[in-house]
């Protein structure tokens, strides 16, 4: 057994939950409230989807040595599938469709995955098309602060963007990416690769403004304990959207 390679992985799952589980302040006001508010369904869908491919990707027929992989993914999996019935039972009627009709084409596009590369694909052909179909969504998820960053740097706050979740992207894109370069996987280095950069910009921007919370607008810890799962407001209230 490579020891490091294990390690990382262990690490990756430790940080990975934390990140999965950090949306549940924001379930609890949509319970509390019997509404979703301004808050948008799309990032559990994403992730979802990701985790889904990512879990996929894990297992031994389909890569060796990654069941760590599937492991975290598989568990996030169940977390987003809860975030996005509870999501769309709280929705409001066009906001339901909209979702339950992202909800069906996640399971369309991971069935024609598993589908695909059971059936068709063999060997290091379908590590690689499940590694591709793994890694693009992972990158989507990580890039999801970047309307975030962007209000942090207009705003000169860090009003919407929460310290430690910062940290635990780049710690969970960190471990993984390590975990990728010593197992030799590029579809596992570098979309967490991604992650680890786009963490490390979220903590240097952190840095730079954690003192001007005073510039932005008033919120309550609750609506900022989310990266990018708010939707655009109107326009007079744009600078409180994330």
């Known amino acids: 057994m490579n020891i490091p390679h ?5 690490f990756g799952n430790a940080f990975g939950l934390f990140l999965f589980l950090a949306p549940i302040i ?16 799309i990032p559990y869908i994403m992730t979802l989807l990701n985790c889904l491919l990512s879990a996929w990707y894990g297992l031994p027929f389909v890569s060796p040595n990654n069941i760590l992989v599937s492991i975290i993914n598989g568990t996030g ?4 599938t809860i975030y996005v019935f509870t999501f769309i ?5 066009k906001e339901k469709v909209k979702i339950s009709g992202l909800f069906a084409f996640v399971i369309t596009v991971f069935s024609a995955v598993v589908l695909i590369s059971l059936f068709a694909l063999h060997g290091n052909s379908r590590k690689v098309f499940c590694g591709f179909a793994a890694a693009i969504f992972s990158i989507i998820m990580y890039g999801s602060p ?8 207009k705003t000169k706050s860090v009003e919407f963007m929460p310290f430690f979740l ?5 710690l ?5 990416f390590i975990f990728g370069l010593l197992g030799h996987d590029p579809f596992i280095a570098v979309p967490n690769g991604v992650g680890s950069a786009l963490g490390t910009v979220q903590l240097i921007l952190y840095l730079i403004y954690r ?3 005073e510039n932005a607008k008033t919120t309550t810890q609750e609506d900022s304990m989310e990266m990018g799962t708010a939707k655009q407001p109107s326009s007079k209230n744009a600078t409180q959207s994330n």
Do not use: Q
């Open 6 to 10: 294990f390690m990382f992985g262990v």
């Open 172 to 176: 969970c894109g960190t471990s993984w």
């Open 89 to 93: 039972f709280y929705a409001p009627k």
């Open 26 to 41: 924001t379930f609890k006001r949509i319970i509390v409230h019997k509404s979703t508010e301004k808050f948008s369904g």
């Open 146 to 153: 970047l309307s975030i960053m962007r209000l942090v740097i």
């Open 77 to 80: 999996a169940i977390i987003e």
């Open 166 to 170: 910062s940290l635990f992207v780049f």
């Open 211 to 213: 003192d001007n919370k």
